[in-house]
């Protein structure tokens, strides 16, 4: 077989004549060169630019990760547990209780105790979601999507992209309450409130140090636990930090118990506690939980028969909520007990009081309805009330007019005003200490004292006549100037002065003949407090509005005040006889407008000043002790005004409703047919008779002394 010859493969010669075919794929030869065509020369800067920006830009977010990585470490080290994170006050809270346990007041920052989301309704925890970040459970503590929705939804109202809404989600408003792990020390001289608006500034940096803080929290904690320190950590207006105080204070009742519709309304409170507070406006609470209700039912949360049922029964608020009466009381308790366990506080304290909310609602009606229905609309005059037990302990307080709140000037205990013949008793008082009795004889006519430095007082009634010889009662009831003084002048100004000061007037007590007819200043509260000493047969009283105090969760009282019966000052015999000379100042005298339904015994004394600038009436029953004041905060006189005025028809609607259902108490008084002994008559002769009783004298002697010492005459206009 023959061997197949091999062939030798060379290749083919390329010839330079023969063209070469032009690929359609083939570079320019200015490329293939090298070269760069005339359109290369147009574009490389832009080549250029996108090269220089692709190194930076991922350089620079290598960079940025790692600082944020840093920043996100540096934080979480930094991170407490969860229970310190929950209490962010500064300061502790005081629960204010009536005399029966009930609450009606609270101060400071109330914290209802650390709660875990394990304790909290499940519709409260759906209606924080829903309303304020519905991808809460899928995000890792910043959302973009929320944070460019924000921003788009900013731009379309007419704002700045980082103006108004911001897109934070749970973890960031956690952040926030936080304050990124910066507490605040009263040392710097700032405020809690202006500390804790700084902190929740939306400005472009504070949100850029949000985003580590956040992811510490997550790295740090679950999801259950950042809700829980956001349920803890929240204020949610009128004192309450945390939704177990605000359950509390809202509603009364526990926050595992809430149902949809009061969820929905705490919720609501978030954005703007103290506007959507449904103490505030309960009306504009409810539309605000209504849109939270709407968001839980879009979002699956609750379901139609739910979601109807509470959008037609809107939540409302608790009783003692809804009230809202004691709040002069309360500041009034705050201000006067010990300042490490009230005002400046850093526990949680309970303070047990004597306020009795029944008889704090008849003042504050009585006062209400005498302004409507006899005080000419507009007027800016201003009233007083205070009603307490004998033994000192204070049942009501009315500051003024306005009776929503707490933090208002309390003229009950801040205003002090002069008393005008609302002090006469305490002349009286000295005088039946030292042997007068109520029938003995006194001399009502022209006086003429010589006082050094001032020259002649003469003071007259408010009738511009003098009535001779009266009896002490007449004297008192009748409210006659003349015979107070001449009885005050005869008795010793320093002794009159020490009864007064004793009974608890501790205001600076006038050392003329003037000191008679009330020209020195007394708060309101002092003025009932010694009326009180009256009633309980001459021993002297402190008033008090404290029973207990203990902190929240310990059963011993750390403080305890049942009484504030002092030392006697005049005997019971003296008490007893100005009992009976006070209850005809209602009966037949100048307080005639204070007589109370039904016949019940009563007795009072009313007070005007100089040109009618302050009126009072100060009186009791066998039960209570009211004092009224009335007047101007800018001392204007008030027009046609006296104490046996207005004040006496405040006072005896006020103690009409004070003692609706209660038995009759009869007054520790005399029974003057039972007295047998003579009166004495002064040099034989009998008492001068009258035309007709005399009408209120109150005048004020000692603004008039600069006329007195210029040779005029001092006259009750």
């Known amino acids: 077989m023959a061997k197949p010859t091999k062939t030798r493969l060379v290749a083919d010669r390329r010839r330079a004549s023969a063209p070469r075919a032009k690929s359609k794929t083939a570079k320019p030869r200015a490329a293939a060169t090298g070269r760069r065509g005339p359109g290369s020369w147009l574009t490389w800067p832009f080549r250029l630019a996108a090269r220089i920006f692709w190194a930076v830009a991922w350089r620079g977010t290598v960079a940025i990760a790692a600082l944020l990585a840093l920043a996100t470490i540096y934080n979480y080290a930094g991170l407490p547990d969860m229970a310190s994170l929950s209490d962010g006050r500064a300061r502790g809270s005081v629960t204010l209780q009536d005399r029966d346990g009930r609450t009606f007041a609270w101060r400071g920052d109330n ?8 304790g909290v309704s499940p519709y409260l925890e759906n209606a924080v979601v829903a309303s304020e970040d519905k991808r809460f459970y899928s995000h890792l503590g910043v959302s973009p999507r929320g944070i460019l929705g924000a921003m788009r939804n900013n731009v379309q109202a007419g704002r700045s992209p980082f103006s108004g809404s911001g897109g934070s989600t749970i973890t960031q408003q956690v952040a926030k309450l936080l304050c990124l792990g910066t507490d605040w020390d009263p040392a710097t001289g700032i405020s809690e409130a202006a500390f804790e608006a700084d902190c929740r500034a939306g400005s472009v940096w504070r949100k850029v140090k949000e985003i580590p803080y956040a992811f510490a929290l997550e790295m740090k904690f679950t999801k259950a636990e950042i809700l829980s320190i956001y349920l803890n950590r929240a204020y949610l207006g009128a004192g309450a930090r945390g939704f177990a105080a605000a359950s509390q204070r809202y509603f009364g009742t526990s926050v595992a118990d809430v149902n949809p519709q009061e969820a929905a309304m705490l919720a609501g409170l978030l954005p703007a506690p103290s506007y959507y507070a449904p103490t505030s406006n309960l009306e504009r609470a409810q539309d605000r939980a209504r849109t939270v209700l709407t968001l839980m039912h879009d979002q699956g949360m609750l379901g139609d028969t739910d979601f109807a049922a509470a959008v037609a029964s809107p939540a409302t608020l608790s009783p003692a909520a809804r009230e809202d009466t004691g709040g002069y009381f309360a500041d009034w308790v705050m201000s006067d007990g010990p300042d490490f366990l009230t005002g400046d506080t850093t526990e949680d304290v309970i303070v047990r009081t004597t306020l009795d909310q029944r008889i704090q609602r008849a003042a504050e009606s009585a006062l209400q309805e005498v302004f409507e229905t006899k005080v000419s609309a507009g007027s800016e005059a201003q009233a007083a009330i205070v009603v307490m037990s004998a033994d000192g302990a204070v049942r009501a307080m009315v500051g003024g007019r306005n009776t929503r709140g707490g933090g208002q000037f309390n003229r009950a205990v801040q205003a002090v005003r002069q008393t005008g013949s609302s002090f006469k008793p305490f002349v009286y008082a000295a005088a039946l200490d030292l042997g007068w009795r109520f029938d003995s004889i006194i001399l009502d006519s022209a006086l003429a004292i010589d006082v050094p430095g001032s020259g002649i007082y003469s003071p007259s009634n408010y009738t511009n006549r003098f009535y001779g010889e009266v009896t002490l009662t007449d004297a008192l009831t009748h409210s006659l100037n003349a015979a107070t003084v001449r009885l005050s002048e005869n008795v010793g100004r320093d002794v009159v002065r020490n009864v007064a000061q004793q009974f608890g007037i501790e205001s600076d007590l006038a050392e003329g003949p003037a000191l008679a007819l009330g020209v020195s200043e007394s708060t309101l509260l002092e003025m009932t407090g010694a009326y009180a000493g009256i009633l309980n047969g001459g021993t002297s009283v402190t008033p008090y509005g404290l029973s207990s105090l203990s902190l929240r969760g310990d059963d011993r009282a750390l403080l305890d005040h049942d009484s504030g019966l002092g030392e006697r000052v005049i005997t019971d015999g003296a008490a007893r006889q100005l009992v009976y000379m006070m209850s005809q100042v209602i009966e037949r005298g100048t307080g005639t407008r204070a007589q109370l339904p039904s016949g019940r015994p009563a007795a009072g004394k009313t007070g005007t000043t100089q040109a009618a600038r302050d009126a009072w009436f100060v009186g009791f029953t066998g039960d209570y002790v009211a004092g009224v004041w009335m007047g101007y905060d800018d001392n204007t006189p008030l027009t046609g005004v006296t104490g046996g005025g207005l004040p006496a028809e405040i006072w005896r609607e ?57 040779g005029g005459i001092f006259r009750r206009n």
Do not use: K, W, Y
Not at 111 to 118: C, E, H, K, N
Not at 686 to 700: G, K, L, Q
């Open 111 to 118: 914290f209802g105790g650390l709660i875990t989301l394990d």
């Open 654 to 710: 006020t103690m009409a409703r004070v003692h609706e259902g209660l038995p009759v108490t009869p007054l520790p008084m005399i029974d003057p047919a039972l007295e047998t002994r003579p009166a004495p008559q002064v040099a034989g002769r009998e008492i001068a008779p009258r035309s007709s009783p005399p009408r209120e004298d109150e005048p004020n002697i000692a603004e008039r002394v600069l006329m007195d010492v210029l």
